[in-house]
């Protein structure tokens, strides 16, 4: 009896270590095939194209950093500290950006400020300009990408640094002040290497962004290492050189992860405890009231409202392909089909890993539950290789030979990407609801006689049951968005919205695009309603 | 002469290796008695009552029921399965129950008969009126009312009370003592009341052991 139980034990907690095991294995093959052999197309990389994606990408990074440190720092300083007007509207809407993938925008801007794009042809007519007149500089180069994710990706460091600047007690900035600081030398001596870490937790997430991002830099034909391992998947058909080349991707984000839990870790040296005392807020009038709202406008008009407007403007002057057509339709259900099936194995992961948490004081489930957290940061093209190797490992050894049985170009390799991916939005969302809920009730529970399946089903899931559904809609609007691994991954013929968005766009038909790249903005917006409601319930002292 | 229903022999208890809260600590506990636990923050007063109701396991040491072992170094029963009732100090009423089917909760039967069984408990509480309140519209006292009413409803030979009345007010403390008193006697229920107030122990308990540096000193009352 006691053995059976101890077994029973065994195999409930042995189910995460199952999903360990396949979150690690696409990452086990790619860093293998670094220890196998270095074929033609590498050496063809080497000499030729790799020093240039190494080159590219690294001016990405530094391009991409420093204009979302100006954006992101900048309208969390001003937010925080001035009373301008619409104050409390932008504070939430500048993150508005978030729901746009760099991709979209990326498609919006050559839309907008191609030769012919509705920028200059605007231009053109209000200054009766002659037709081959440019006034917009072409976009479809490395500035186009650093200044699309920018403005795409810099509320990640808006996002951080807020927080870091609403927990800074006014004490600390009085203090300075005493000590004869001027207020720019309060700004860049005091003020900002106090929220350091959090700038720099909120700038890794950027960059791990930018790496991984595939359509944007596809799009304005920039060379970076993530188009590498496209071409040479896609082009060569050299899954090999792929791995190899994925490996130093794997690596480059892996620097920016650490680097960011490590910052993260470091974060609370900058809240003050008890002693905290709300940040006075300056009130502003006239000349500098009117260029703080610019400043703080700008980024959200560039990310957000812009290709809004010219996406609205495609779908509804130019309904080539509208919302209604058989070909979105089908695209819709399918990633809606693919987000359900994610989320739901995702959320209902979460809640087994960490109601498995709650009732066992080990570290290992703990540790299990952190580092399948960390899916998130994985380049979707470096997964996608990764469980391509995999599945064809199992197909010739197992499944095909056992069982006549096929997984690559299955909609399972698909899944399983998504949920390596998402994983960590449902266990934040999970966890975070059962935090809220007292040990006490479990303890009483069980001496009621209830079994945990009991203490589960009857009182976990109902009061958990805000949280659940947070979770699936986050994932759900998460997937949405996920275009490499979907590309590399898809069964044949099987699209998705940012499939289809994808595919018009690379064929230059962005009316076509329009329509599916609203869907999945619109889609995208969810998550930014409860990212806001965070932002409003973080102040210290906020009701 | 009344049996015995617990016995707790040279227990000891630690949360991590190098802390240990307790050691070689023995006491009993007859049929319809009601034991009262003092000693100050700290000491082990709550670990106790997690060992006995199966929450904690026991470094060594041996717990009783009946006769037969519950928890030893060997053999543990699971929470579950010991039938023990446990009021803590906490608000810990279900939040999406209603006060009634709080006490239902841990009840077997047909529907019919927990409503009836739930009812007459909440009735000897006198807590009937709100029976289909949520717990977030009742009071403290109300809550442990009802809190007090699940414990018991389902019948169990022993109820643990970890400092039940601590975060009430004097006179509402006063009554709600009093009536749990009443009813552990008329249900011949045995408890042990966890607290650290020498009045409210003598008042309620039939016997009484203080914990102090890990020891065992029975109180005269």
Redesign the interface.
Known sequence: MVIKSYLLDFFWKSIPLIFLFLFLMPLIFILLSLFGEFGDNWNHLINYVLPNYILNSIYLIIGVSLLSLVLGVGTAWCITNYDFSFKSWLEWAVILPLAVPPYILAYTFTGLFDSYGSANELIRTIFNLENNYIFFPNVRNIYGAIIVFSFTLYPYVYLTTRMALLNQSRNLIEAGKLLGLSNRSLFFKLAIPLVRPAIIAGLALVIMETLSDFGAVEHFAVQTLATGIFRTWFGMYDLNTAMQLSSMLLIFVTFFLFLERYERNKMSYSYSGSTFKKTNQIKLRGIKNFFIFLFCFLPLFVGFILPIIELTNWAIFYPSENFFSKNILISFFNTIFLGIIASIFCTFFALYINFLKRFDRGYLLKFTSQFLSLGYALPGLVLAVGIIEFFSFLDKNFLNYFLNVILIGSILGLILAYIIKSFALANNTIESGYIRL?N??D?????????KLEIFF??HI??MKTSILTSLILVVSEIIKELPATLILRPFNFDTLAVTTYIYAAEEKMYEAASPAMLIVLIGLVPIFFLSRIIRDSRPGAK | MKREILSVNSLSFEYTKDKEIFSNISFSLNEGEILGILGPSGIGKSSLLRLIVGLERPKTGKIFYFGSVLSSTNIFVPPNKRGIGLVVQEKVLFPHLTALENVKFGLKGSNKDKNAKALSYLKLLKAEQFASSYPNSLSGGQQQRVAIARAIAPGPDLVLLDEPFSSLDKDLREELRKESKELFKKTNTSSILVTHELDEAKEMCDKIIELNEGKVNYLTI
């Open positions: 007292s006490s009730l303890d009483v529970s069980v001496t009621l006689r209830k079994s009857k009182i109902p009061l």
